[in-house]
Structure formats: C-alpha cells, structure tokens
C-alpha cells in the first residue's frame, strides 16, 4: 500500500469515530472544532481528525498533534481564546496525517516539531509535508516557563514510532492512537487501528500499554488519540480488553480459523468495522500472519 493511500486511509479511519459523512462530502470545510478545558493550563481540542492538547506556560504554548492542515486555523484561534503566548511547540504522537497535518503551517509560524525518530522516518519516506526538525529515540523533555512536557516511546503498536505525551503538573497523559475511544454495540471495544504499513504491532500492543502503566508517572486524565477524555482506569481496562482480544484471535488463528471467520468475530465480539474498505479488516491478514508465529 503506498504511503499516500495509507495518508488518505488514516483519514478515511475517521469513519468509525464519526466524522465520515462530514469528510466525504465536503471535504473542504472542516467540522467546527470543540475545545475542552481540563485544567487552568491544559485543554483539548476536539473534533476532526485526532485530538489536540494545548499546555500553557507563561513563555508560550506547547501544543500535541495538529490534526489535518484544514484545521490549523481553526485550532489556532482556539489556541488564542485561551493565551496570548505562541505556540513554540508541537509534539506528533506519530506520523499519520490527522494528527500532523498541520505541521507545515505551524514550521512557518516558528513553532518547532518534535516526534520520535521511526514517526519521523515514515514521514520522510511518505513524502508527507511539516517534517519535524527534531527527533528522539525513547525520551524526550520539552522545558519551557518554568513547566515540563515528556515525550516517550515505550514500543511498538499503532506505529513503530508512537509517543506518549505526559504533563507531570497536570497529572495528564496524550496517548496518541495506542488508546482511541468510539462508539460500538459490541461487548468490548477493542478496534484498534494497527499500521502495519508502518511496523505497527498487535503482539507488541499491549506491552506497550504496560510500559505507560507501569512507567511510575502520576497521571489520571487520559487523552486518547480520538473520542473523549478518560481516565487512567479507563486506560486499564482497555488493556485488558485489547489482552483478551489477543488471546481470542491467537486460538482462532492456531485453531486454523480462516479470515472472514476471525472477522466476523472482531466484529461482532470487539466493535471491529465490518466495512472491508476499513482499515481495521485491512489489517486482519497481516494481524493473523503476526499471530501464527
Ligand atoms: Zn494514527
């Protein structure tokens, strides 16, 4: 799959949080933008692609993901609602287009980007515009008025380059999509989106959420990737459930079940979209291939 497919696909995965008929027929006027206080000096911004935090600091704003570039007006006259300061940087929890769409337009507005090296690296070889001009490989502190932001990767799963953003003074983490949050009758939801394209890992997924759970930081607001603010018992709960999906595919696969029966249970069992065209029946032969081993 080429990376401009994938770009446009990532956007396409929208459809299961509920912007798809907005995105497909007028693609050129953004939804409104919602923004969420959670604290004095922490905010999200709802809405259109993925979720945006915006941290103030009395030197200027430190801003995670920018959603698509249609959005980056809108965004910044969030951003200014609620502080006069600049926005000075822009964290990416990984490279897919909703979340940094809008880099080009905030490089040209002085802010500098910052991802991890792999989210980085797949922008480059995706040929995608607002490449970040700085890049770490585990961790990463952004200092700025007096306040600290720490970016760290703590391994594969939605990406190979996902970063997970904590706000020690506001107890609060951005999970990037290793946590998104929609809406599905099924008795556990559990519909990850796992780019394989980018080295993304079903196995490795819940290890990874282990290393955010047991990484010592003193958080409670959990922003997910996409849908609303949760909570760190929220966040546990999803690794359970994301366990028990493993644990049901893995038999399903060694039981030698075929794809559309391991489909069909993703579907009914954990909210998976039944939509083929959907990124996450795309990742079903690849996600099985990962569980044969
Ligand atoms: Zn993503």
């Known amino acids: 799959m080429s990376k ?5 696909l990532a956007a396409i995965s929208i ?95 002085s802010a500098e980007i910052i991802a991890h090296k792999n989210a980085r690296a797949n922008m480059v070889e995706g040929k995608m515009p607002g490449v970040p001009r700085i890049s770490f490989n585990d961790e990463t502190e952004v200092f700025l008025g007096g306040k600290e932001v720490r970016a760290h990767h703590f391994g594969r799963g939605h990406t190979n380059g996902d970063a997970v953003i904590y706000f020690p003074g506001a107890r609060a983490i951005h999970t990037g999509d290793l946590y998104t949050v929609g809406q599905s009758s099924a008795p556990v939801t559990v519909a990850p989106f796992i780019d394989y394209s980018a080295n993304g ?54 039981g030698g079940q075929s794809k559309e029966e391991i489909t069909k249970v993703l579907v009914a069992e954990f909210g998976w979209s039944p939509n083929p065209q959907a990124l996450g029946s795309r990742a079903i032969e690849p996600m099985i291939a990962e569980f044969k081993k």
């Open 201 to 254: 890992s079903a196995v490795e997924w819940t290890k990874t959420l282990d290393g955010i759970l047991n990484s010592g930081w003193d958080f409670d607001t959990v922003i997910p990737g996409h849908g609303p603010i949760m909570h760190k018992a929220d966040l546990v709960k999803y690794r359970a459930d994301f366990a028990k999906m493993q644990t049901r595919v893995r038999g399903l696969v060694r």
């Open 4 to 8: 401009t497919l994938l770009v446009r």
């Open 15 to 109: 459809a299961s949080l509920g912007a798809w008929v907005a995105y497909t027929q007028n693609p050129q006027a953004p939804p409104q933008l919602k923004l969420n206080k959670i604290a004095d000096d922490l905010y999200e911004i709802e809405g259109d692609g993925g979720n945006v935090a915006v941290y103030l600091t009395n030197e200027g704003t430190i801003v995670i993901d920018d959603k698509f570039e249609r959005d980056y007006a809108d965004i910044m006259a969030k951003v200014k609602s609620i502080t006069d300061k600049p926005v000075k940087y822009v964290l990416n929890t990984h490279q897919h287009g909703d979340h940094t769409g809008g880099n080009a337009k905030m490089l040209d507005a």
